[in-house]
């Protein structure tokens, strides 16, 4: 994994001092880029045929175009339902009353586990039976979050799903935000959700990395870099489509990392960080759009996303 940083000739040293785990998700997020570019859409359909099937997937793509899955949208825009809405809607309206009791428990179960976390940690399922001895629950009641990396992704997923009622209640303020101030704005709010378990995502960044944990944690990663571009009023319906959410999630991840060894105030060294992020997304929209294929479209946004990582993570002199 060290030479994975080197590769990206990143001279911020306390880098080569983090844990295997972390380096591992940042070769997960820039494999997966490659993956992408090498086999274009049939890599997200398989990604997503092996994603977590206790919620319905969907095929990411442009909407409107024949590249997208069955939840086409039209032309997006800042006041329209996103990709990932429209498939929770969807979910809603086919839940039964005892599915919906269930996951009610669940997101009690989840909230009380997550006040457990930063002194239990999210390996062994400690924090999970805690939760449920606080919540007059048997202890088996722990298994409704399922394994200690699904314990995170449902945590992940609360988070998306935070952050997109937040967004579609700023609509009125990202409408008079340039473009790249709604990534951001839309992206900080995103990572301030991780700061109440900072201290032990590092063990949960390890889990996500799991080989059989891989294919949902990218898929939960592509659905964030869609809202986002989505409540930044992205209209794509072409190959750029892809590429941007490839870049984006670049991005998240590289302030992701930087973050956790951030001890500037209020994490100001982070937004830094995030700044250089979307400049390199700014640069690389431009690149991509010119390219003359799907491939070398996200070739170029996978090779992009080194690049971004390398910046994001170098703390300027």
């Known amino acids: 994994m060290l030479a ?5 000739h990143v001279s911020w040293a306390p880098l080569e001092r983090l844990p295997a785990s972390i380096l591992q998700r940042m070769a ?26 206790s919620s319905s997937s969907f095929t990411p793509g442009p909407p409107g175009s024949t590249l997208s899955g069955s939840h086409s949208r039209g032309v997006a825009g800042l006041h329209e339902p996103s990709m990932w809405q429209q498939q929770q809607h969807q979910q809603q309206e086919a839940h039964t009353p005892e599915q919906d009791d269930f996951e009610s428990r669940r997101q009690q179960l989840l909230a009380a586990t997550l006040k457990r976390v930063p002194q239990l940690g999210w390996a062994g399922g400690a924090a999970a039976a805690a ?14 979050l399922g394994s200690d990396a699904q314990t995170v992704q449902h945590f992940v997923a609360d988070c998306n799903r935070r952050l997109d009622r937040e967004l579609a209640g700023m609509q009125q303020l990202l409408s008079a935000m340039e473009p790249r101030q709604r990534l951001k704005t839309a992206l900080q709010l995103r990572l301030r959700m991780l700061e109440p378990v ?13 080989p059989e944990a891989a294919p949902r944690s990218l898929q939960l990663a592509f659905d964030l870099a869609d809202s986002i ?3 930044a009023g992205d209209t ?58 799907f491939a070398s479209s996200l070739g170029d946004a996978a090779a992009m996303a080194l690049t971004q990582l390398s910046s994001m993570l170098r703390r300027p002199m």
């Open 229 to 231: 571009w989505h409540a």
């Open 28 to 53: 997960a997020v820039t494999t997966a880029a490659a993956t992408l570019a090498a086999s274009g859409a049939d890599s997200i359909n398989s990604i997503n045929g092996q994603a977590d099937r």
């Open 198 to 210: 900072i201290e032990t995502w590092p063990q949960a960044l390890a889990l996500l990395a799991q």
């Open 4 to 8: 994975l940083a080197r590769a990206l």
């Open 236 to 293: 794509s319906t072409d190959a750029t489509w892809y590429s941007k959410r490839a870049l984006l999630t670049g991005v998240y991840v590289g302030a992701e990392l930087f973050m956790l060894n951030d001890a500037s105030p209020g994490f100001a060294d982070t937004w830094a960080a995030l700044d250089r992020g979307l400049e390199g997304v700014v640069e690389a929209e431009g690149a991509v759009e010119g390219a003359g294929s």
């Open 131 to 144: 939760a449920a001895s606080e919540l007059g629950l048997s202890p088996a009641a722990a298994g409704m």
